[in-house]
Structure formats: C-alpha cells, structure tokens
C-alpha cells in the first residue's frame, strides 16, 4: 500500500480583493487515503463469515451434517449446495425438501415422472432405489443384507413398486479339466433343460413396507440379448408359493399385478388361494400369462366376494376357453363388488360369451366389461341386445376384433335404441355394418351429454350441501 499525506498539497494563497480569507492550517481537515497495489483488489471480494461458515458445512455435510439447527435461509443455502450423490443413508431422514430431491432423481435417472409417484420427489428416489435393489439382486451371490439394510430407508416412503426384471442364479461353469464325458452324461441325465432357478423372495421386504399399496412384478429378464434363454423366463413352483406368502403378509395392498410371468393354471390357483378373504386388495391383473380354464376357476372365487374389495380384474392375453367363462360367469352373477372385468385376447368363443352375457342381465354393478378378440359372433350379440336394455350398470362394453356380423350389429343398435347409460362401445373390426355404427356413435355421444350434465347436477348438488355447513 502506498499512503500519502495531501496536507503538504495545501496552499496558502493570500486573499484577492473581493473574496473572503484562506482557511488556516489548523481548520484544514487530514485527509489520507489507500492506495492498493493490486489493481484488481476491492473490498467487496471478502467472504463473510457466515458464508465461510456455510460453505464448511457444506463440505462436510456427509460426515457431519448439520441442518436443523440453521436458520431458514442458511438451510435453503446448504440445500442448494449440497451434493446429489451423498449417501440415503446421511439424507433419508434428514432432508425433506423436494427441490434436493427433485436434483438427486434427476441427476440419478434419466426419465422422472413424479404424477406416477403421488407427485413427491422423495417417494420417487426411494421407490426406484429400492427397485434398482431387487432388480440387480442376484440369488446366492448378493447378501441379503443390501436390502435389509435399505427398508429401514425406504419404508415410510415406498407406496408403490414396479418390479420390471428379477434374475435367476449365476449358472455354475463346469472346472477346467472335467471330463467330457461326465458332463455331456450329467446334462443328458437332467435333461434338455437346465434346474429350476428360485429368483429373490420378496418374503424378507413386503410386510416391512407398511406403506405399499400397489405391487407390480415380472418374473423375466430384461435386455439379455444374444444370452436369452427361456430359463431366464421360469416361474418356478417355489417362487410361486414364496410370492403368494409375501403378498398374504401384506395386508394393506390394495393393487397386485403379476404379468408376463408364465403363471398357469396350478401356480394362480396357488396364488388365489393366498389371496382369499384379503382385506384391502381391489384390483388384480394376470395378463399375459398362461391360465386357463382351471386358473380361471379359482380367479372366479376371488370375484364371488371371496375378496371383499376387489373391483377390478385383467385375464388378458390367456388361454381362458368356455369352461372357465362359465366359472367367471356365475361369479359374476354372486359378485357385489366387481366393476370391471377384461378378458382381451383370449378363447371364450359363443359358449363363453354367451354364459357372461346372461350374467349381466342380472349383474347390477359391473360397470366396464372387455370380450374383444374373443371368437364372438352374432349369437353372442344378441344377447348383449337384451342385456343393454336390462343392464342398467355398464357404461363401457369392448367388442373389437370379433366376428358380430351386419346382423349382430342391428340386434345390438336395437338395444342401444332402449339405452341410456352405455357411454362407450367399441365395434371397431367386428363387421357390424356402417349404417348401425353410425346410429350407435350418435345413440353414445347422447348417452355422453346425459352423463355429463348429470356429473355437473351432482357435484353443485355437493357443493350446495356444503356450502350449508356451518
């Protein structure tokens, strides 16, 4: 620094005619002042201590965090600056702001859509955290510990769970220097096929997720490219019996998706039989599996109010003929809970098709009803004739993909004539004759106005009683 005196810079000057007199010496004020060597230099760049402060926090947030005890605008500080990848285990508990949240799902995964997670960022880290687990979880080779060790985490979080792949055993690769002989013999004694593969029982996680209300599952393998094999895709006897278990403990579920698992008659008789009396379910999906008529039987018990809250069903894409539509039928016709019943793609035919449609004509409280795909054809549209006009309950039919004909189509555009609560009715690829889609499309769009102003007389109905309220 260089400091100069301008004292010495004061001159005294005698006074000119007409001005007043020079200010003496002693009424002179010192002025000093600094002079910075560094150009570049100012006192604005000094760090406050607050800020040292903070920013120390912030370095060690992970060995020794500190938050609560801050003041709100130096905690949305350390919010802001804290690292996304410290560990669940420091920030579970700890943080529940959804703005760091919400970075540590987006630095994390490539695709977030918090509306399938309640709209939390918090929920949505902890559900896919704990899927990634048990996706990557590998039986007799990863310890049980990696997610025992995350519940504790994840339990008051976790609501829902996708569980998109789960893997079999590492396949044991046979010790250089075996004899050939012995191996090829051992693989001819076993078969073509290799041993059952149990995959990772859910019996140690479900009834600690106090939480779950909707669990969804494939028992395959995603992605496994040149190395797909049909092991990869076994649903075994074991797993079977240990999910059907692990889905009984968890009382508070309200929806089980299993799909895409090979589920056959044996293994969802298995499962059903687990499922009876539940107290809470209310929606159950097979689709894409492998039941068929004895399967179908034992899901028709769930309908026949063996499941007290349970409204909907999907058996789509199974092998379901007549015999097990009949056993869905008369369920249908002790059932006081189901609204809705998807049976797409499969091989009910006229006699299945039939069978269901004489129960709705009794069935007061379905409300959506799929057959599309099925081998249905004008003697099954004529019964949904009578059951339009009976049937004051459905307000969506799917008929697409069968075979209902130009005169199926009148006989049900006759019973569209006596409807009025029918909302959807899909005949898209069922030959019904264009003359009676387009009645139909106009008798629905009516049916839709109705059902509109309806809704609007109901909610001002509600808003007026509690406007009322004192």
Not at 51 to 65: A, L, T
Not at 297 to 304: E, F, P, Q, W
Not at 389 to 409: C, E, F, H, M, R
Request: charged share 25%; aromatic share 6%; net charge neutral.
């Amino acid at each position: 620094m260089v400091v100069q005196d301008i004292r010495s810079n004061v001159v005294k000057l005698a006074p000119q005619p007409g001005q007043a007199p020079a200010p003496v010496a002693s009424e002179v004020k010192a002025l000093r002042r600094i002079i910075a060597e560094d150009p570049d230099w100012s006192l604005a760049t000094v760090p406050l201590l607050k800020d040292i402060v903070i920013n120390h926090i912030v370095d060690n947030f992970e060995k020794n965090p500190i938050l609560e005890k801050l003041y709100p605008k130096d905690k949305r500080k350390v919010l802001d600056k804290i690292a996304a990848k410290i560990d669940v285990h420091v920030t579970a508990d700890l943080i529940s702001d959804e703005l760091y949240w919400k970075r540590c799902c987006k630095s994390k995964y490539p695709i977030c859509d918090v509306t399938n997670h309640g709209g939390s960022w918090k929920r949505l880290y902890f559900e896919k955290y704990l899927e990634n687990l048990i996706e990557n979880f590998v039986p007799d080779k990863t310890s049980d510990d990696v997610i025992t060790s995350a519940i504790p985490l994840c339990s008051n979080y976790v609501k829902r769970l996708k569980i998109c792949q789960l893997l079999p055993p590492v396949k044991e690769t046979p010790k250089p220097g075996a004899n050939e002989e012995e191996v090829s013999d051992a693989g001819s004694e076993a078969g073509s096929e290799s041993p059952d593969m149990d995959h990772f029982e859910f019996g140690i996680l479900l009834d600690k997720l106090p939480h779950l209300e909707e669990f969804q599952v494939t028992y395959g393998v995603r992605d496994c490219g040149m190395n797909f094999e049909w092991n990869l895709f076994q649903f075994t006897q074991r797993d079977c019996l240990l999910f059907a278990k692990a889905v009984k403990s968890c009382t508070w579920l309200k929806k089980l998706c299993l799909h895409r698992s090979k589920v056959d008659d044996s293994r969802a008789r298995v499962i059903v039989s687990n499922l009876l009396d539940h107290p809470t379910l209310a929606e159950v999906d097979f689709s894409q599996n492998c039941i068929g008529d004895k399967g179908a039987r034992g899901i028709a018990k769930l309908i026949n109010n063996r499941c007290p809250n349970l409204v909907s069903m999907n058996l789509c894409d199974n092998i379901i003929r007549h015999e097990g539509a009949k056993a869905l039928a008369y369920a249908l016709t002790k059932s006081s809970t189901l609204k809705s019943l998807s049976l797409r793609l499969n091989r009910i035919g006229d006699v299945g098709g039939q069978s269901i449609a004489k129960a709705l004509l009794t069935n007061k409280v379905l409300e959506s009803i799929n057959l599309s795909c099925n081998e249905l054809t004008e003697p099954t549209a004529a019964i949904f004739s009578q059951v339009l006009i009976a049937n004051t309950s459905l307000t969506t039919i799917v008929l697409a993909g069968n075979k209902i004909g130009p005169d199926g189509g009148k006989q049900i555009q006759e019973g569209m004539d006596a409807n009025s609560t029918v909302t959807r009715l899909d005949l898209r690829l069922a030959d019904a004759g264009q003359e009676s889609e387009f009645c139909i499309e106009q008798i629905l769009k009516d049916n839709q106005e109705k059902s509109r102003l309806k809704e609007l007389e109901r909610l001002k109905s509600a808003a007026s009683t509690y406007s009322k309220r004192p």
